[in-house]
């Protein structure tokens, strides 16, 4: 015991040694990673304990039981769980995030980067009482509300044509809510929401719940999960994505700026990196 603390003693000395005489750029990466250490507390499980606010910010203010409270509150699973796929084997990559959403995977597959966030914002809507606002276009622009699907119409899909009948009995459960956001998850995703959703149109408008999106085959989109603002009214901002093949729910890591990971400063029409995927000309929306 003695000797492991004799060699831990001996790197400590020789790292501040070498960062007192060492060149600026290695004082900066040095910098860097401690402050990007103290951003995350591993004890936390929720979004808001898991990470600190940065020195001069504080959290923008919301309402006990908004979207954007819900969303900041969401709970984690324990600190370095991994990101798993819908058949239960690991994602490839288990680098760029710092918690996983307490967000169960489907094993059928559906429940992509688009989906999850629909799940999400459908949940929150289910739990406050708030059903009859469930509701999202197909791609093919025809509107699918829950109301409409509880009491029982489905959909027949031909190509580009969609028409609505009564088919099923009347069914306000649970289990059957879940069978209707799989139905939207095969027909929507982030085309449909680039083109249903408010669009954002200015940085300082932004908020917890907005997404930033790139809608196509190949599309993604993340959601804005916290916010934080200083005295000059400058935000950051922190991301999730759930991500294709469905997998499960992550808050990612700022990959490009390690000083404020994994805080991210966004901004409108700019190249944002986001782990593994990179949007050009971003465009932001919100749900209803």
């Known amino acids: 015991m003695r000797k492991v603390s004799l060699i831990i003693l001996i790197i400590v000395t020789l790292v ?3 960062y007192k005489l060492s060149p600026a750029p290695i004082k900066q990466l040095v910098n860097a990673v401690s402050t990007t250490f103290n951003n995350i507390d591993k004890d936390g499980l929720s979004i808001a304990s898991r990470v600190n606010t940065p020195v001069g910010y504080k959290r923008a203010n919301y309402p006990t039981g908004s979207f954007e409270d819900y969303i900041r509150n969401y709970k984690l699973k324990p600190f370095g769980s991994k990101i798993i796929n819908y058949d239960d084997s690991e994602y490839y990559w288990q680098k760029g995030h710092i918690g996983i959403l307490e967000i169960p995977v489907p094993k059928n597959g559906l429940q992509q980067c688009a989906d999850a966030l ?3 914002r459908s949940e929150y809507l289910w739990d406050n009482d708030r059903k009859d606002e469930i509701g999202f276009k197909f791609t093919s622009g025809h ?4 109301s409409k699907y509880a009491a029982g119409f489905r959909p027949k899909v031909n190509g580009n044509k969609v028409s609505f009948s009564k088919t099923a009995r009347a069914d306000s459960s649970k289990a059957n809510f879940y069978k209707y956001l799989n139905l939207i998850y095969m027909y929507s995703g982030t085309l449909s929401l680039y083109n249903e959703l ?3 149109n200015n940085v300082e408008a932004l908020k917890i719940g907005d997404m930033l999106i790139l809608g196509g085959s190949p599309g993604h989109i993340v959601m804005l999960a916290d916010e ?16 294709t093949p469905a997998q499960s729910v992550h808050l990612v890591k700022n990959l490009e700026d390690a000083i404020i990971s994994p805080w991210y400063s966004l901004e409108m029409d700019a190249v944002i990196p986001v782990s593994n995927f990179t949007f ?3 465009k932001f929306v919100r749900f209803k």
């Open 198 to 200: 408010k669009s954002i």
């Open 118 to 120: 629909i799940r999400i």
């Open 16 to 18: 501040l040694l070498v």
């Open 143 to 146: 509107y699918c509300s829950w």
């Open 280 to 282: 050009y000309n971003s």
């Open 228 to 243: 934080v603002i200083n005295a000059k009214g400058e935000k950051l901002f922190l991301l999730f994505q759930g991500n």
